[in-house]
Each structure stands twice: as C-alpha cells, then as structure tokens.
C-alpha cells in the first residue's frame, strides 16, 4: 500500500498543471510588465489603462517595470511568459519596430513572439531644449551646426526612436549632431531640466507636460503636428521630410487563446473610449485609436521592413 501510494504521489507531481479554462479569465490579478523606467512616458500610459482595464476586467492589473537597451529587456521578458494572459505589456516603436533593425542578434521576435491586443494611439517624438538654448526650430539648429558649434543631444538610448528621429533630421539637413545615449526617460528629462545637456528627444508623454508650464521649449515634433501642442510644427513643415506616425500597442506572449485575446482587446477598446482616459492620454501627447490586433500586426511588420532601410542608411546597429 505504500508503494502504491508513493507511486500515486509521484505521478500527481510530474503531471502538468491544468491549464485555466479561457471562460473563466481572469481568475487573479493581471502583470503589465513595462520595459520603461517609472515616471517614463511608456510608464504613464501603462497605469493609466491598467487602472481601467481592471475594472472592466474585475481583476487588478499590476505594473512592473523592468528597464535596459532600449526597452528591449523587459520586452524580451514578457516573449519568455507564459501565455496565459496573465502577463501583458505596452510596446512602442523602440521595442516592436525599430529593434529588430538595430538589434542583429535580438533575443525576440516581435511579429512571432507575441499576441497583438490592439492599438493604444499615436504620437510624436518631440526635439527639446533647454530654455536658454539659441536655437527655437530646425532651422536655427541646422544654422548652428554649420557654423561649427559642437552640438550634442540625449535620448533615451541607442535604437531609441529618438535616436532614430536625430538621425533622420542630420541625414536630411546635413549636419552632424553627436549622440549621449540615457538609461531611460525620467532620467534624460531629469538631466534636461538641469541643464546637463541642452538638446533631447522626448516622447509625447514627457515632454508636453515640461513644454506647457515652460519648463523646456521645443523646437520640432518629429511625425505629426500634435494636438496636445499644437503649436509646435511638425518635421515636415519645417522642411525635413518625415512624417510617419508613432504607434503604441498591447501586447501578449504569442500562443494566447483566442477567447482570451478577445477579452484582453475588448478591454483595451473600453479604456480607450472612456472620456476621462482620452482626455489624459491627450494631455500627454498620444491620440487614443484603438486598433485591432491582428491589423495593428500587419502594420508593424511593414513597418520593420521600411525602418530596417533607415537604420541602414544612419549606420545604426547594436552589437
């Protein structure tokens, strides 16, 4: 009889977890898991839809952010989750787009690796300075530099969409602007507002609230003139011609059911019609537009492709 028992214990210890049924999610709280420093721009959005999302949903969503290389280390880390929904993410286009272009050996694939839940929004990239800087527009930076004034500015890491907006804009005007890589936002913000460097790139979310109580001035939006300010011209009024928009996304380990997938989105589209969300995502500088997964898919893959030519042509690649 104890053998037998023994036996039956061994074998209740070697069989799989069963796994949830879809009906039944979710059944405990839900992880955001956020590749971006807290008090970052990725950081703020994520809250904000978690905070609604677990209402819709009946469940708490979490947030941890764990940050490095652009993004690209949390973001690796929800690809490595199980896919049972319970371990989300907000993407940008650092870590779902322009990282398969820089990163030659990344450690995820960002079209098979994961489930697309939906679109969040839209945004720019904003080109800042301090205050005092004696450029206010492109044009008066493109004088600056051809008159030889050595020109440094930060974003918030190499492959970073910021990087890539800097890049465009000296490949375009012809000028030569040296690049100070940040571990993250809140700390390139914070290194701006204290006049350690005198030009950055800034993620809507960021950078619309220094610029609004003039904090900080900005001299371009890289991509579309922005509602949340609109005075500020876009790179294509200013002459550089640019003028793609910057997609922010949910996203899941890849291999989510279905059923699943479908509650995850459905909340996601709630957040984002809910006047009170819309009103704050604006105040940070993204257009809510909810769009659904597998179109929101579709365009990230064709967008990888026509960043790859960019990150060629700069000379941008992380070894």
Known sequence: MRIIILSLLTLSVSLPARAEDPAAYPSHKIRMLLPYA???????????????????????????????AAGTLGTQMVAAAANDGYTITIGGMTTHVLAPAIYPKLAYDPIKDFTTIGRVGTSSIMLVATKDFA???????????????????????????GQFCAE????????????????????????????HISLATLDMATATPLVKDGSIKALAA??????????????KEQGVAFDRSLSWAMYAPAGLAE?????LSAALKDALGDAEVKD???????????????????????????WKQVAKDAGIEVK
């Open 38 to 68: 807290a008090g970052g721009g990725g950081d703020v959005i994520g809250r904000l839809l978690a905070d609604k999302m677990g209402k819709t949903l009946g469940q708490s969503v979490y947030i941890e952010n764990h940050t490095g």
């Open 135 to 161: 450029a206010n527009d492109i044009k008066g930076l493109i004088a600056l530099a051809k008159k030889g004034e050595p020109i440094q500015y930060g974003s918030w890491g190499v492959g970073s969409t």
């Open 168 to 195: 465009i804009l000296m490949q375009q005007a012809g000028i030569k602007m040296d690049h100070v890589p940040f571990n993250g936002i809140a700390k390139l913000a914070g290194d701006l507002l204290g006049g």
């Open 222 to 235: 890289c991509g579309e003139r922005s509602p949340s300010l609109p005075d500020v011209a876009s790179y």
């Open 259 to 263: 059923p699943v997938a479908k509650k």
């Open 280 to 306: 704050k995502l604006l105040a940070l500088g993204i257009t809510p537009q909810f769009v659904p997964g597998e179109e929101q898919r579709d365009i990230n893959a064709r967008d990888i492709a026509a």
